[in-house]
């Protein structure tokens, strides 16, 4: 069956209009070659469920039940029983489809060469500035270049993780808090902590899970702009350049020190700085679009295509130019993994006729 008919079934199928002829086609086009294994990549089980739950009047573990039948058991599929999973990606599902099959649809991207999606790397400032590599499998090396500066200095001093463009990272704290790296960001932290406290300095992108100490509480500089002071939570705190500086609470409660003025977060609200760093306003979010980096994915909904290819660039490492500068406001909704093919992710957005990308080496031209 072509391409464009299969398009056609799965939308008509979407909207609730499905004859018994084009229902019987679908089923038998879903038995054949590698379709079932498409359709199991386009209903990624983790990402639905997700969104089931955040609209928690479903039963989505029931939903899901006749989807997981179809894919690994023997029952014919219950149409019926898709149809509230299916609702939630409508145009997500034929986007991602689009991508997996319709690679001689449309303008393809033109690509000069492969672009890879970021990896597990940092590099650690030790005091005396040297540096060392940290990749995936390194946290050994790491924790001993740390042990070797206790033990040389008897005092607590200062180590910095930095993770360049294209890369991510995972430290473990002296006291066995996590914290989480995007692409471009710092962690300053001490080789002990002391003085009835933990104090790290960061800049970027980080996700923190903090191990509550009612005798030391933790505190989080977010460059000179203002602290986070927690005990024990989990919360993402992202302070790029050019963009507003935004602390998302997870769970737990923190409270943010401001030029004097004091904050304090539930779970689920934000606080937002302006990009001069002046003012800031609280504002209850869905948390998943902002910690969804850390789960390995991007989740955008209803953003600026400027937002969304500078977030993209920072990950796979490449630098973006608006041809046409009308687009930079355009909003789109995205749903991929972080580790799926760049071009890919390009011709999703493509999709909506809109907007067109060509690579040329490491630059993405937007026309």
């Known amino acids: 069956m072509e391409q464009s008919n299969i398009e056609r079934l799965i939308f008509r199928y979407l909207q609730g209009k499905m004859t018994e002829e084009e229902r019987m086609a679908l089923e038998e086009w879903l038995v054949k070659g590698r379709n079932e294994e498409i359709f199991a990549r386009l209903v990624d089980k983790r990402r639905i469920m997700e969104k089931m739950e955040r609209l928690g009047e479903y039963d989505w573990q029931k939903s899901w039940g006749g989807l997981e039948r179809k894919l690994h058991g023997r029952r014919r599929w219950s149409w019926g029983r898709l149809a509230i999973a299916a609702s939630f990606f409508g145009v997500v599902i034929l986007g991602v489809w689009m991508l997996v099959e319709g690679r001689k649809v449309g303008t393809p991207v033109a690509v000069a060469e492969k672009i890879k999606p970021g990896r597990p790397y940092a590099e650690l400032v030790l005091p005396d500035g040297n540096v060392v590599d940290l990749q995936k499998d390194s946290v050994s090396v790491f924790l001993t270049a740390v042990r070797d500066t206790v033990e040389k200095e008897r005092v607590a001093v200062y180590n910095e993780v930095r993770t360049p463009r294209g890369s991510e990272y995972q430290v473990v704290l002296p006291d066995g808090s996590v914290v989480w790296l995007n692409s471009e960001s710092k962690l300053r932290f001490p080789t002990v902590f002391s003085g009835g406290e933990r104090r790290v300095r960061v800049s970027g992108e980080l996700y923190f899970q903090v191990v509550k100490d009612s ?17 024990g939570t989990e919360f993402n705190v992202r302070s790029y350049e050019n963009l507003p500086s935004a602390t998302t609470l997870v769970t737990g409660t923190v ?4 030029k004097g003025t004091d904050v304090k977060l539930t779970p689920g609200e934000q606080a937002r700085k302006r990009n001069d760093g002046r003012g800031m306003s609280v504002e209850k979010v869905d948390v998943t679009p902002f910690v969804a980096w850390k789960n390995g994915y991007f989740l955008f909904e209803d953003e600026r295509l400027e937002d969304i290819l500078h977030e993209l660039a920072r990950w796979y490492n490449v630098n973006i130019f608006f041809e046409n500068q009308a687009v930079r406001e355009e909003r789109f909704s995205v749903d991929t993994r972080r580790h799926e093919d760049f071009e890919e992710v390009l011709r999703l957005i493509e999709r909506t006729g809109s907007v067109r990308m060509t690579i040329k080496g490491n630059n993405v031209f937007v026309k």
């Open 215 to 231: 005798t030391a509480p933790f505190r989080v500089e977010v460059e000179d702009m203002y602290e986070v002071e927690v005990l």
């Open 255 to 258: 409270v943010i020190h401001d």
